[in-house]
């Protein structure tokens, strides 16, 4: 078998948690019995099993324990697994089920499921991709992505629960780990975050239409956010905590020429005074409301209380504009490159990072739409792109596997020279094609990398790097 040594010796420590399989219990069983079956995936092991090895021309580029490896189970992810188990794909999720809305009465605009718990959609998302033979869902936190020969596979170490570490091998890594939200330490915040204090108002404003609202921000982005909410509320006051400046008033001028005016005519507020906390009075948590609606109004009611302990204001509810940060940095430390604080994703390669072969979805890639919608696009684009992908390496290993071992040959020698022919170098033999002359990387063939292990192919591991290297850039 052609699984990499530390694959064998990782996964054989602990998939019998992760395989509660449904359609491969004889592939669970064997897994149980005999460890070094289960350094291929059941996928894998279902298609292979029995023929006593595996024709090169039908083997895949390269071989892993997975197709993919999706870290994280919100939204996101569960896209992600859906549209990879209805292409049978051989994946493992791992989820460490801290999700960004887990502390919300209720999930909107999610059509279909208007209104429902998060809780309930996942549950019934998981439901349903469980049904799908070739995928696993287990909980977890993975601790490390490390890119292998060329990137062209990926060690995952993971923690189970009960001090379980474990380590697979992957041809691919989703990264669906959300962001998480950086609350200020007043008191009254954090307790009541997503049940009154809310982020944004499609997610829960229409429940607290035409009440007394209250924007938590400093003074620019309040300023802008009443833009947002004015179609919904009327009585607004904006708690700036101390922001109100005239320097911050003249960086609000810069984004918002005539904010001042513009909050005058809408008889908006602001109270500059610093927040020493906010206090509930009365829950608006309906325990009788129809679940069947997709909105039903929640009257909270709210005592905002400040440092100067004079004259508190009542609000039914705010929303807020606090920052946020990466949930995990798994991906940063794999190499995966950052924009702002999101992992940079290409939206024309199906949400790959400059990692090749690790994606980003969900609210923590780049394209800076954080809502369950885009999370649930997000997670099919890249599992479409992500298949076919596959698949392309597939057919060039086959192809060459198929008898045309000499043009693969040639190939990679093509691609060595391109790789050494820099203009400038004194070897430079001229411009042969633009594509080579702006090629992104400049991996260095050593004896090392062109690796000793063979593969089912019959391709060395180093030349299926130079084979993905040269897909990846024709994407
Ligand atoms: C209060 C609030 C209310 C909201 N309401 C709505 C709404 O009504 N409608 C709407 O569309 N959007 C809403 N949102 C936004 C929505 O929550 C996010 O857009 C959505 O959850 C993003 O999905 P995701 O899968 O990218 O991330 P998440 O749902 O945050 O999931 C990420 C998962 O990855 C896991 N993870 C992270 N690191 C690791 C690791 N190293 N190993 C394993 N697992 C890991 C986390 O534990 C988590 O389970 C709301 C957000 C908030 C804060």
Known sequence: MACAPEAVLGASSTLSLARPRKASKTAAMLDHRNLRLTCIGAGMARKFRGAG??????APAVLADYDAIIVGGGPAGLAALSGLARVRRNVLLID??????????????????DGVTPAWLRFAARKQISDYGTVDLV?????????????????????????????????????????QDILPSTPGIKENWGK??????????????????????HLDSAVTSVREIL???????L????????????????KFPGWETYLKLQNVRIENRTLASITRLRDGASPY?????????????????????QNPVLRNAFFADFPSEQHSNVGPEAGVALYGNKLAADGKGGLVTNVPGIFAIGDANSDNVTNVPHAFFTGKRTAVFLHVQLERENSVAQIAAAGEKRDGEESMMRDVWARMNEPGDITHAGIILNAIKTRPRRAVLTKSNTGSEGSASGIPVGVQAVIQSKMDFAR
């Open 139 to 179: 909980n977890g936190t993975v601790t490390a992505v490390q890119p292998q020969k060329n990137n062209t596979f990926f060690k995952v170490l993971a923690d189970y629960p009960g001090n379980k570490s474990v380590s697979f091998t992957t041809r691919k890594v989703v990264l669906a780990t959300g962001m």
């Open 289 to 309: 409301a129809d679940p069947s609606l997709p909105t039903h109004p929640e009257h909270d009611l709210f005592q905002v209380d400040f440092e100067d302990g």
């Open 196 to 217: 009154g204090i809310y982020w944004c108002p499609w997610c829960d404003g229409h429940e607290h239409a035409d009440q007394d609202l209250g924007i938590l921000a």
């Open 96 to 113: 460490s089920g801290e999700y960004r809305n887990d502390p919300t009465r209720h999930a909107h605009d999610i059509l279909g499921f």
């Open 53 to 58: 090895g595996v024709p090169p021309a039908l």
């Open 231 to 237: 179609t919904l509320n009327t009585d607004i006051v």
């Open 239 to 254: 708690f700036v905590n101390g922001t109100d400046t005239p320097e911050n008033r003249n960086i609000t001028t810069t």
